[in-house]
């Protein structure tokens, strides 16, 4: 049996469950959930008939027993251990643990800083004890992950490597219904923006690229801003002050929708600092053909594009720059790998692996 256990059903997850139960067969296949959706931006209500909450009948001994366990959204490091211990095959999902702790100016506090608190360091010390088995695999969601897991491995033992590979993952969206197209070379640029309107999302910078792009004459552009949060209001005010109506906001929509909303527009923009832990929305616009734009901090740009398509969080006329070249630009395609059959297979040929060196 293959489990895959996280917080909630998210939406950000379901499309590699359904590829694991085709390949596996439902019957060996169970999605193990701690909590009813609550409202937040990957949840869903969708369910199927392998989906399952923790505190049903079995669930509990099913995470304890069955051959292959996916955990990701939570730390049960107890539960990693007793597998461990008898030999099971587990694999955690993990964004940064170094997130930063937050921002000075341009520069983030390290996250690293965590370590000092008693409770986390005693943590990442029993996860570095982990990463010593051949039954447990870490799967970090992006570089920045993969590098924060290999630190812990090293401040907890004298400074030494990791040295098996570790399997780069993310979040793997359904795939697009749209084929990729080629921007237009003329006419208005429609820039799409879609997630929690957080201060980290640093959607200011959308909204100031785009008035400097209308400022300088480079041809008329519009931004669409999908999303709710604390930043709205603010938001709002500044792309009136400084755009007027080429910005147009909306608030949260259902997943499909979204996705037709990519299919409207021509580019994609992730502007996230480091506290970004993926951005599954840009995986989403990759998807739908779009040409998109991110920054080297968050962990879905630094993973999916390609150095000339990313810039510096904050940084308006790098953004500016590269909006206003992306007229007659074909997108960047989506690494194999990251496609949610790419990733079903890389799992599957991990765990494969796992049992060759557990025997």
């Not at 630190?151 to 040295?163: L, N, P, Q, Y």
């Not at 599957?348 to 692996?353: D, H, M, N, P």
């Amino acid at each position: 049996m293959f489990a895959l256990y996280t917080n909630t059903v998210s939406a950000h997850q379901l499309p590699l469950a359904r590829e694991l139960a085709v390949r596996l067969g439902a019957e060996n296949f169970r999605y193990v959930y701690e909590t009813e959706p609550a409202g937040g931006n990957q949840e869903t209500r969708e369910r199927e008939p392998w989906t399952m909450r923790a505190d049903e009948s079995g669930a509990a001994e099913l995470l304890e027993s069955c051959e292959v366990l996916l955990a990701g959204g939570l730390r049960p490091t107890g539960l990693f251990e007793r597998r461990v211990a008898r030999g099971l095959k587990t694999l955690y999902q993990t964004e940064r643990w170094f997130k930063p702790l937050g921002y000075l100016g341009s520069s983030p506090v390290p996250g690293s800083l965590r370590l000092l608190h008693p409770g986390y360091r005693r943590m990442a010390r029993r996860f570095a004890r982990l990463m010593e088995s051949p039954s447990f695999q870490v799967l970090p969601i992006g570089p920045w992950a993969e590098r924060d897991m290999k630190e812990v491995f090293r401040r907890f033992h004298a400074g030494a490597e990791f040295a098996r590979a570790l399997v780069p993952w993310g979040y793997f969206v359904a795939p697009g219904a749209a084929a990729a197209r080629r921007v237009p070379s003329d006419g208005e640029l429609k820039v799409l923006w879609v997630g929690r309107l957080l201060d980290w999302k640093r959607v200011d910078t959308v909204i100031d690229a785009v008035a400097m792009l209308r400022a300088g004459g480079d041809g008329p552009v519009s931004l669409t801003i999908v999303g709710d949060g604390p930043e709205k209001a603010a938001l709002v005010r500044r792309a009136a002050r400084r755009c007027g109506a080429a910005v147009k906001f909306t608030s949260g929509v259902d997943i499909s929708r979204v996705r037709e909303l990519m299919r409207e527009h021509d580019v994609y923009v992730l502007a996230s600092n480091a506290v970004e832990g993926w951005g599954a929305a840009l995986s989403e616009a990759m998807e739908e053909g779009m040409v998109a734009f991110g920054t080297e901090e968050a962990g879905a740009s630094a993973a999916l594009l390609p150095e000339p398509r990313r810039f510096r969080s904050g940084d308006v006329a790098a953004l500016a720059r590269l909006i206003a070249g992306a007229r007659g630009m074909a997108p960047s395609p989506m690494p194999p790998d990251f496609t949610v059959a790419g990733a079903a297979a890389r799992l599957l040929a991990a765990v494969g692996r796992m049992r060759r060196e557990v025997r």
